[in-house]
Every structure is written in C-alpha cells, then in structure tokens.
C-alpha cells in the first residue's frame, strides 16, 4: 500500500474521530505519525496543526449550521489561541522532542484522567 494512501486513510480516520468527538485532532495525529510513519515529534506537532486547520473549518462549518456554535465564545477563543499558539510554536523549537513526546503523554493522560473522573 502507498504511504499516500495510508496517510489519507489515516486521515481519514482522525477526521472521523475529530468530527464526532469535537477534538482538533492532534491528539490522534502526532501518535499515529511519531508511532506509525516514524516522523520526528517536531514535524508530527506542527504538521497536525497544519491539517487542524481546514478540518475544524469544516466540522464547525456544519457544527454552526446546525446551531452549536457559541460565536462570540468562539471569537474570544481565536483571539486567545493566535496568541498562544504563537508562542508555542516558538518554545516548541526550542523543546528536545524526547521532552514534547513526554509532555504531550503527560497531558493526554491528565485531559483522559480527568474526562473519566468528571
């Protein structure tokens, strides 16, 4: 099989997963490409956000058709995130992948934990 292919499959099985559960998608993504396509820890966060973009613009696209989108909320929220995300992507650099392989572990557990628990 491709690795096109397989990247596409992946894909989408993440949007899927994405969609349904209302989640950007790096959280399924950077595991599947460190874990099984062998991409460095750096490539796999940055790529993810790359292809979070037009995905979350799609399912909010349908989200807010169907009335579930809090706009002003959601206005306040992207302010915010341009921000941080801008930031974070600086320290990220700056970051050994060893590390943000641990701290991305790290937080899926504390986020599942929590979830679970709540």
């Known amino acids: 099989m491709s690795e096109r292919l397989k990247f596409s ?9 994405s969609g349904l559960l209302g ?6 993504l950077v595991p599947i ?3 099984y396509f062998n991409i460095t820890q750096h490539i796999a966060q940055a790529t993810s956000m790359a292809v979070v973009i037009p995905t979350a613009l ?16 959601s206005l306040n929220l992207i302010v915010g995130s341009i921000c941080g995300a801008s930031l974070g992507a ?10 943000l392989k641990q701290l991305f572990g790290i937080l899926l557990i ?3 934990l929590k979830m679970v628990l709540a």
Request: net charge positive.
């Open 9 to 17: 499959g992946a894909g989408f099985v993440v949007g899927i997963l």
């Open 90 to 99: 600086r320290v990220m650099k700056k970051i050994p992948a060893i590390r």
């Open 58 to 73: 799609v399912s909010s696209a349908i989200y807010g058709f169907h009335g579930n989108v809090d706009v002003d909320l």
């Open 23 to 28: 989640v950007g998608g790096g959280i399924f």
């Open 33 to 35: 490409m460190v874990t």
């Open 110 to 112: 504390v986020v599942g």
